[in-house]
Protein backbone atom coordinates (compact mmCIF):
# COMPACT_ATOMS: atom_id res chain seq x y z
CA UNK A 1 0.00 0.00 0.00
CA UNK A 2 2.51 2.32 0.82
CA UNK A 3 4.47 1.70 -1.52
CA UNK A 4 1.87 2.47 -4.34
CA UNK A 5 1.05 5.82 -2.30
CA UNK A 6 4.60 7.04 -3.25
CA UNK A 7 4.55 5.40 -6.86
CA UNK A 8 0.87 7.61 -7.51
CA UNK A 9 2.33 10.48 -5.86
CA UNK A 10 4.46 11.03 -9.02
CA UNK A 11 1.64 12.31 -10.82
CA UNK A 12 0.77 15.57 -8.43
CA UNK A 13 1.64 18.77 -9.69
CA UNK A 14 4.79 19.74 -7.83
CA UNK A 15 4.63 22.84 -8.80
CA UNK A 16 1.04 23.42 -7.00
CA UNK A 17 2.39 21.05 -4.15
CA UNK A 18 5.45 23.31 -3.43
CA UNK A 19 2.99 26.52 -3.59
CA UNK A 20 0.85 24.82 -0.95
CA UNK A 21 3.64 24.19 1.35
CA UNK A 22 5.16 27.49 0.72
CA UNK A 23 1.51 28.79 1.58
CA UNK A 24 0.92 26.71 4.85
CA UNK A 25 4.29 28.24 5.96
CA UNK A 26 3.91 31.77 4.64
CA UNK A 27 0.01 32.27 5.34
CA UNK A 28 -1.15 29.43 7.51
CA UNK A 29 1.53 30.07 10.00
CA UNK A 30 3.54 33.15 9.23
CA UNK A 31 6.20 31.04 10.66
CA UNK A 32 8.93 33.96 12.54
CA UNK A 33 12.67 33.71 11.96
CA UNK A 34 13.68 31.86 15.46
CA UNK A 35 10.48 30.28 15.31
CA UNK A 36 10.88 26.41 16.35
CA UNK A 37 7.79 23.93 14.75
CA UNK A 38 5.97 21.42 16.11
CA UNK A 39 4.81 19.54 12.47
CA UNK A 40 2.30 16.00 12.49
CA UNK A 41 1.86 14.02 9.23
CA UNK A 42 0.72 10.75 7.93
CA UNK A 43 3.28 8.56 6.38
CA UNK A 44 1.37 8.47 3.29
CA UNK A 45 1.66 12.75 2.88
CA UNK A 46 5.86 12.77 3.16
CA UNK A 47 6.08 14.34 -0.35
CA UNK A 48 4.37 17.43 1.07
CA UNK A 49 6.18 17.28 4.48
CA UNK A 50 9.34 17.19 3.38
CA UNK A 51 8.11 20.51 1.31
CA UNK A 52 6.70 21.84 4.30
CA UNK A 53 10.19 21.56 6.33
CA UNK A 54 12.12 23.21 3.31
CA UNK A 55 9.88 26.23 3.14
CA UNK A 56 9.46 26.61 7.14
CA UNK A 57 13.76 26.64 7.06
CA UNK A 58 13.72 28.68 3.94
CA UNK A 59 11.72 31.19 6.37
CA UNK A 60 14.17 30.97 9.40
CA UNK A 61 12.54 28.52 11.30
CA UNK A 62 14.50 27.19 14.56
CA UNK A 63 13.68 23.82 15.04
CA UNK A 64 11.14 21.81 12.84
CA UNK A 65 10.56 18.49 14.70
CA UNK A 66 8.19 16.14 13.07
CA UNK A 67 5.63 13.33 14.37
CA UNK A 68 4.59 10.76 12.15
CA UNK A 69 1.49 8.09 12.44
CA UNK A 70 0.74 5.92 9.62
CA UNK A 71 -2.67 4.09 8.99
CA UNK A 72 -0.98 0.28 8.80
CA UNK A 73 0.97 1.12 12.46
CA UNK A 74 -2.80 2.53 13.80
CA UNK A 75 -4.67 -0.67 12.63
CA UNK A 76 -1.82 -3.24 14.14
CA UNK A 77 -3.27 -1.80 17.38
CA UNK A 78 -6.69 -2.66 16.78
CA UNK A 79 -5.99 -6.06 15.48
CA UNK A 80 -2.67 -7.37 17.96
CA UNK A 81 -3.20 -4.57 21.26
CA UNK A 82 -3.89 -5.58 24.84
CA UNK A 83 -7.44 -4.33 25.43
CA UNK A 84 -5.99 -3.10 28.58
CA UNK A 85 -4.21 -0.79 26.31
CA UNK A 86 -7.16 0.72 24.58
CA UNK A 87 -7.48 3.55 27.81
CA UNK A 88 -3.94 4.69 27.85
CA UNK A 89 -2.76 7.87 25.09
CA UNK A 90 0.95 9.14 25.30
CA UNK A 91 0.55 11.87 27.56
CA UNK A 92 4.17 12.02 27.90
CA UNK A 93 3.88 13.34 23.78
CA UNK A 94 1.33 16.24 24.30
CA UNK A 95 3.18 17.22 27.75
CA UNK A 96 6.03 18.15 25.30
CA UNK A 97 4.00 19.90 22.38
CA UNK A 98 2.27 21.62 24.99
CA UNK A 99 5.53 22.46 26.79
CA UNK A 100 7.15 23.58 23.43
CA UNK A 101 3.89 25.84 22.88
CA UNK A 102 4.29 27.31 26.15
CA UNK A 103 7.52 28.43 24.51
CA UNK A 104 6.31 29.90 21.29
CA UNK A 105 6.40 27.03 19.34
CA UNK A 106 4.10 26.83 16.09
CA UNK A 107 1.39 23.90 15.46
CA UNK A 108 1.02 22.19 11.72
CA UNK A 109 -0.67 19.57 10.80
CA UNK A 110 -0.39 17.92 7.45
CA UNK A 111 -3.88 15.81 7.16
CA UNK A 112 -4.67 13.03 4.46
CA UNK A 113 -5.97 9.87 6.42
CA UNK A 114 -8.38 7.11 5.03
CA UNK A 115 -11.68 8.17 6.54
CA UNK A 116 -12.77 5.43 7.20
CA UNK A 117 -9.92 3.89 8.79
CA UNK A 118 -11.69 2.00 11.96
CA UNK A 119 -15.07 1.76 10.05
CA UNK A 120 -14.38 -2.54 10.47
CA UNK A 121 -13.25 -2.06 14.27
CA UNK A 122 -14.72 -2.73 17.55
CA UNK A 123 -16.83 0.50 18.33
CA UNK A 124 -15.98 0.38 21.66
CA UNK A 125 -12.17 -0.28 21.52
CA UNK A 126 -12.41 2.88 19.13
CA UNK A 127 -14.63 5.11 21.20
CA UNK A 128 -12.02 4.07 24.84
CA UNK A 129 -9.00 4.78 22.33
CA UNK A 130 -10.39 8.56 21.28
CA UNK A 131 -11.36 9.68 24.55
CA UNK A 132 -8.31 8.34 26.13
CA UNK A 133 -6.47 10.67 23.27
CA UNK A 134 -8.60 13.56 24.02
CA UNK A 135 -7.86 13.53 28.05
CA UNK A 136 -4.07 12.95 27.12
CA UNK A 137 -4.36 15.71 24.66
CA UNK A 138 -5.97 18.49 26.84
CA UNK A 139 -2.84 20.27 27.45
CA UNK A 140 -1.81 20.59 23.85
CA UNK A 141 -5.06 21.59 22.81
CA UNK A 142 -6.14 24.14 25.17
CA UNK A 143 -3.10 26.07 24.10
CA UNK A 144 -4.60 25.71 20.55
CA UNK A 145 -8.14 26.68 21.08
CA UNK A 146 -6.95 29.26 23.56
CA UNK A 147 -5.11 30.73 20.18
CA UNK A 148 -1.70 31.35 22.56
CA UNK A 149 0.27 30.60 19.49
CA UNK A 150 0.05 30.39 15.27
CA UNK A 151 -1.00 27.39 14.10
CA UNK A 152 -2.33 25.59 10.47
CA UNK A 153 -3.81 22.68 9.12
CA UNK A 154 -3.26 21.29 5.78
CA UNK A 155 -4.33 18.33 3.60
CA UNK A 156 -2.18 15.82 1.43
CA UNK A 157 -4.30 13.74 -1.51
CA UNK A 158 -3.58 10.32 0.19
CA UNK A 159 -4.89 7.18 -1.88
CA UNK A 160 -6.74 5.64 0.64
CA UNK A 161 -8.56 8.88 0.64
CA UNK A 162 -8.97 9.49 -2.72
CA UNK A 163 -10.37 5.49 -3.58
CA UNK A 164 -13.21 7.33 -0.62
CA UNK A 165 -14.05 10.55 -2.59
CA UNK A 166 -13.17 9.21 -5.99
CA UNK A 167 -14.18 5.21 -6.20
CA UNK A 168 -15.06 4.60 -9.69
CA UNK A 169 -11.51 5.85 -10.94
CA UNK A 170 -8.39 3.82 -11.07
CA UNK A 171 -5.87 5.04 -8.04
CA UNK A 172 -3.49 6.97 -10.07
CA UNK A 173 -7.00 9.17 -11.65
CA UNK A 174 -8.66 9.24 -7.99
CA UNK A 175 -4.85 10.34 -6.61
CA UNK A 176 -5.13 13.54 -9.00
CA UNK A 177 -8.42 14.23 -8.36
CA UNK A 178 -8.24 14.80 -5.02
CA UNK A 179 -5.12 17.26 -5.20
CA UNK A 180 -6.57 19.20 -7.56
CA UNK A 181 -9.70 19.69 -5.49
CA UNK A 182 -7.50 20.19 -2.81
CA UNK A 183 -5.37 22.60 -4.46
CA UNK A 184 -8.31 24.58 -5.59
CA UNK A 185 -9.66 24.48 -2.47
CA UNK A 186 -6.88 25.93 -1.11
CA UNK A 187 -6.42 28.73 -3.25
CA UNK A 188 -2.77 27.44 -4.74
CA UNK A 189 -4.47 26.91 -8.61
CA UNK A 190 -3.37 30.47 -9.14
CA UNK A 191 -0.41 31.88 -10.28
CA UNK A 192 0.08 34.62 -7.32
CA UNK A 193 -1.78 32.36 -4.18
CA UNK A 194 -0.41 34.86 -1.29
CA UNK A 195 -1.99 37.48 -3.13
CA UNK A 196 -5.42 35.69 -3.73
CA UNK A 197 -5.44 34.76 0.04
CA UNK A 198 -4.93 38.60 1.40
CA UNK A 199 -7.97 39.35 -0.81
CA UNK A 200 -9.69 36.32 0.65
CA UNK A 201 -9.19 36.86 4.11
CA UNK A 202 -10.12 40.89 3.25
CA UNK A 203 -13.94 39.03 2.33
CA UNK A 204 -14.13 37.28 5.28
CA UNK A 205 -13.31 40.32 7.64
CA UNK A 206 -15.96 42.25 6.50
CA UNK A 207 -18.62 39.55 6.99
CA UNK A 208 -17.01 39.56 10.44
CA UNK A 209 -17.19 43.12 11.31
CA UNK A 210 -20.58 43.13 9.88
CA UNK A 211 -21.43 40.44 12.36
CA UNK A 212 -20.08 41.88 15.20
CA UNK A 213 -21.50 45.51 14.06
CA UNK A 214 -25.15 44.09 15.30
CA UNK A 215 -23.89 41.50 18.29
CA UNK A 216 -26.96 39.62 18.06
CA UNK A 217 -28.36 37.72 20.64
CA UNK A 218 -29.45 34.23 19.06
CA UNK A 219 -28.76 32.97 15.84
CA UNK A 220 -32.53 31.05 14.45
CA UNK A 221 -31.39 28.18 11.82
CA UNK A 222 -34.65 26.86 9.96
CA UNK A 223 -34.93 24.18 7.07
CA UNK A 224 -36.10 20.85 6.79
CA UNK A 225 -35.32 18.89 10.03
CA UNK A 226 -34.17 21.96 12.14
CA UNK A 227 -35.58 24.29 14.11
CA UNK A 228 -32.71 25.54 16.31
CA UNK A 229 -32.10 28.55 18.07
CA UNK A 230 -28.58 29.34 19.42
CA UNK A 231 -27.65 31.44 21.98
CA UNK A 232 -24.07 33.44 21.72
CA UNK A 233 -22.16 33.96 24.59
CA UNK A 234 -21.74 37.48 26.59
CA UNK A 235 -18.72 39.81 24.45
CA UNK A 236 -18.90 36.91 21.69
CA UNK A 237 -16.46 37.91 19.05
CA UNK A 238 -16.67 36.68 15.59
CA UNK A 239 -13.75 35.82 13.53
CA UNK A 240 -12.70 34.81 10.59
CA UNK A 241 -9.79 33.97 7.60
CA UNK A 242 -6.59 35.48 9.06
CA UNK A 243 -6.56 35.83 13.18
CA UNK A 244 -3.78 36.98 15.49
CA UNK A 245 -2.84 34.79 17.68
CA UNK A 246 -1.87 35.93 21.34
CA UNK A 247 1.82 35.41 20.61
CA UNK A 248 0.85 38.72 18.44
CA UNK A 249 1.27 36.18 14.63
CA UNK A 250 -1.33 36.61 12.03
CA UNK A 251 -2.02 33.30 11.06
CA UNK A 252 -4.82 31.10 8.48
CA UNK A 253 -5.77 28.17 11.11
CA UNK A 254 -7.51 26.56 8.59
CA UNK A 255 -6.62 25.72 5.07
CA UNK A 256 -8.94 25.93 3.04
CA UNK A 257 -11.10 27.87 4.81
CA UNK A 258 -14.57 29.66 3.76
CA UNK A 259 -15.73 30.54 7.57
CA UNK A 260 -17.05 32.97 10.08
CA UNK A 261 -17.34 31.48 13.74
CA UNK A 262 -18.05 32.59 16.82
CA UNK A 263 -18.63 30.83 20.65
CA UNK A 264 -22.29 29.94 21.43
CA UNK A 265 -23.28 30.19 24.86
CA UNK A 266 -23.36 26.48 26.06
CA UNK A 267 -26.54 26.97 28.45
CA UNK A 268 -29.07 28.68 25.72
CA UNK A 269 -29.43 26.08 22.12
CA UNK A 270 -32.86 25.16 22.25
CA UNK A 271 -34.40 22.73 19.33
CA UNK A 272 -33.74 20.04 16.98
CA UNK A 273 -31.12 20.03 13.83
CA UNK A 274 -30.35 17.22 11.51
CA UNK A 275 -26.79 17.35 9.77
CA UNK A 276 -26.49 18.17 6.23
CA UNK A 277 -23.24 15.51 5.33
CA UNK A 278 -21.95 13.02 6.95
CA UNK A 279 -19.29 13.27 9.61
CA UNK A 280 -15.72 11.60 9.32
CA UNK A 281 -14.52 11.02 12.66
CA UNK A 282 -11.59 9.54 13.35
CA UNK A 283 -12.26 6.60 11.00
CA UNK A 284 -15.83 6.41 11.53
CA UNK A 285 -18.93 7.95 9.16
CA UNK A 286 -21.23 9.33 11.00
CA UNK A 287 -23.91 9.63 8.53
CA UNK A 288 -27.53 11.42 8.98
CA UNK A 289 -27.49 12.70 12.33
CA UNK A 290 -30.06 14.52 14.53
CA UNK A 291 -30.19 15.88 17.87
CA UNK A 292 -32.21 17.68 20.38
CA UNK A 293 -31.28 20.84 22.77
CA UNK A 294 -32.74 21.44 25.63
CA UNK A 295 -31.22 24.10 28.46
CA UNK A 296 -27.97 23.85 25.71
CA UNK A 297 -28.04 20.40 26.58
CA UNK A 298 -28.40 17.36 23.89
CA UNK A 299 -31.01 15.30 25.16
CA UNK A 300 -31.94 13.03 22.59
CA UNK A 301 -29.89 12.00 19.53
CA UNK A 302 -29.62 9.59 16.34
CA UNK A 303 -27.80 9.01 13.50
CA UNK A 304 -28.43 6.30 10.89
CA UNK A 305 -24.73 5.37 10.62
CA UNK A 306 -22.00 5.39 13.48
CA UNK A 307 -24.62 6.09 16.08
CA UNK A 308 -22.91 3.81 18.40
CA UNK A 309 -19.88 6.35 17.73
CA UNK A 310 -21.56 9.44 18.30
CA UNK A 311 -23.90 8.34 21.48
CA UNK A 312 -20.25 7.24 22.74
CA UNK A 313 -18.46 10.83 21.61
CA UNK A 314 -21.53 12.69 23.78
CA UNK A 315 -20.44 10.84 26.77
CA UNK A 316 -16.70 12.10 26.58
CA UNK A 317 -17.38 14.39 29.73
CA UNK A 318 -20.14 17.09 30.85
CA UNK A 319 -19.46 19.51 27.64
CA UNK A 320 -19.46 17.02 24.84
CA UNK A 321 -23.09 17.78 24.55
CA UNK A 322 -23.15 21.40 24.54
CA UNK A 323 -21.70 23.46 21.51
CA UNK A 324 -18.43 25.16 21.67
CA UNK A 325 -18.38 26.67 18.15
CA UNK A 326 -21.34 28.15 15.53
CA UNK A 327 -19.43 28.61 12.09
CA UNK A 328 -21.34 30.40 8.87
CA UNK A 329 -20.68 29.32 5.56
CA UNK A 330 -22.36 30.31 1.96
CA UNK A 331 -23.49 27.37 0.32
CA UNK A 332 -21.84 28.67 -3.00
CA UNK A 333 -18.29 28.49 -1.62
CA UNK A 334 -16.09 26.95 -3.90
CA UNK A 335 -15.87 23.67 -1.47
CA UNK A 336 -19.49 23.12 -1.97
CA UNK A 337 -19.59 24.64 -5.76
CA UNK A 338 -17.29 21.99 -6.27
CA UNK A 339 -19.94 18.87 -5.65
CA UNK A 340 -17.43 16.75 -3.47
CA UNK A 341 -18.06 15.08 0.00
CA UNK A 342 -14.00 15.26 1.10
CA UNK A 343 -15.07 13.10 3.68
CA UNK A 344 -12.64 15.39 6.07
CA UNK A 345 -14.29 18.02 8.10
CA UNK A 346 -11.44 20.38 6.94
CA UNK A 347 -13.37 20.40 3.69
CA UNK A 348 -16.63 19.52 4.56
CA UNK A 349 -17.29 22.07 7.13
CA UNK A 350 -15.96 25.28 4.11
CA UNK A 351 -19.37 23.52 2.34
CA UNK A 352 -22.06 24.20 4.99
CA UNK A 353 -22.90 26.10 8.12
CA UNK A 354 -21.67 24.17 10.88
CA UNK A 355 -21.68 23.87 14.71
CA UNK A 356 -19.38 22.49 16.96
CA UNK A 357 -19.40 19.98 20.23
CA UNK A 358 -17.51 20.62 23.00
CA UNK A 359 -14.68 22.87 23.51
CA UNK A 360 -14.94 26.79 22.65
CA UNK A 361 -12.39 28.92 21.22
CA UNK A 362 -11.85 31.45 24.42
CA UNK A 363 -10.58 33.83 21.12
CA UNK A 364 -14.39 34.47 20.00
CA UNK A 365 -14.79 36.59 22.99
CA UNK A 366 -13.86 40.87 22.68
CA UNK A 367 -10.20 40.60 24.77
CA UNK A 368 -10.54 36.82 24.80
CA UNK A 369 -6.65 36.86 25.49
CA UNK A 370 -7.38 38.27 28.81
CA UNK A 371 -10.33 36.39 30.42
CA UNK A 372 -9.63 33.56 32.84
CA UNK A 373 -11.35 30.14 32.14
CA UNK A 374 -13.94 31.10 34.92
CA UNK A 375 -14.87 34.26 33.37
CA UNK A 376 -15.48 32.65 29.66
CA UNK A 377 -17.33 29.90 31.45
CA UNK A 378 -19.39 32.83 32.93
CA UNK A 379 -20.05 34.23 30.04
CA UNK A 380 -21.20 31.21 28.24
CA UNK A 381 -17.78 29.60 27.09
CA UNK A 382 -17.81 25.55 27.19
CA UNK A 383 -15.22 23.61 28.23
CA UNK A 384 -14.95 19.66 26.76
CA UNK A 385 -11.93 17.16 25.90
CA UNK A 386 -13.69 17.10 22.34
CA UNK A 387 -14.26 19.99 19.25
CA UNK A 388 -16.05 18.20 16.72
CA UNK A 389 -17.38 20.08 13.26
CA UNK A 390 -20.58 18.81 12.22
CA UNK A 391 -22.26 20.29 9.00
CA UNK A 392 -26.32 21.81 9.22
CA UNK A 393 -25.80 23.79 6.63
CA UNK A 394 -27.52 23.39 3.20
CA UNK A 395 -29.59 25.74 0.16
CA UNK A 396 -33.02 25.19 1.91
CA UNK A 397 -31.65 26.62 5.43
CA UNK A 398 -32.36 30.50 6.53
CA UNK A 399 -31.02 32.03 9.54
CA UNK A 400 -31.75 35.07 11.34
CA UNK A 401 -30.06 36.94 13.68
CA UNK A 402 -32.22 37.97 16.71
CA UNK A 403 -31.14 40.96 18.99
CA UNK A 404 -32.02 41.22 22.58
CA UNK A 405 -35.16 42.99 22.31
CA UNK A 406 -36.50 40.33 19.90
CA UNK A 407 -35.76 42.54 16.63
CA UNK A 408 -35.08 40.24 13.59
CA UNK A 409 -32.55 40.68 10.53
CA UNK A 410 -31.99 38.41 8.18
CA UNK A 411 -28.30 36.89 7.74
CA UNK A 412 -28.18 33.94 5.24
CA UNK A 413 -31.52 33.03 2.56
CA UNK A 414 -31.94 29.93 0.73
CA UNK A 415 -27.72 29.07 2.54
CA UNK A 416 -26.63 32.52 1.18
CA UNK A 417 -25.41 35.65 2.90
CA UNK A 418 -29.03 38.11 2.88
Known amino acids: M ?6 VSATIDPVKLDRLAEVAIKVGLQLQP ?10 AALPLTRRIVEHAYKAGAGLVTPIFNDDEMTLARYRYGADAGF ?9 GMAKAFSNNAARLAVRGEDPSLLSAQDPAKVA ?16 ITGFDINWNIVAYPDLAWARQVFPGDADDVAVVKLAD ?28 EWLNGHNFHTLHFTGPGTDLTVGLADGHEWMGGASTAKNGITCNPNIPTEEVFTTPHARRVEGHVSSTKP ?12 VRFQDGRIVE ?8 VLKKVLDTDEGARRLGEVALVPHSSPISAS ?16 IALGQCYSKCFVDGASLSQDEIAARGGNKSFIHIDWMIGSDKIDIDGVHKDGGRVPVMRKGEWA
Open 34 to 43: GQDLVLTSSI
Open 339 to 354: GLLFFNTLFDENAACH
Open 181 to 208: AIFAASRVDVEDPIANWTAHNAALRGRT
Open 279 to 290: LSYQGTLIDEIS
Open 301 to 308: AKASKGED
Open 87 to 95: DHAAGWLYE
Open 128 to 143: RANKANSMAYQPALEK
Open 2 to 7: TTHSRG
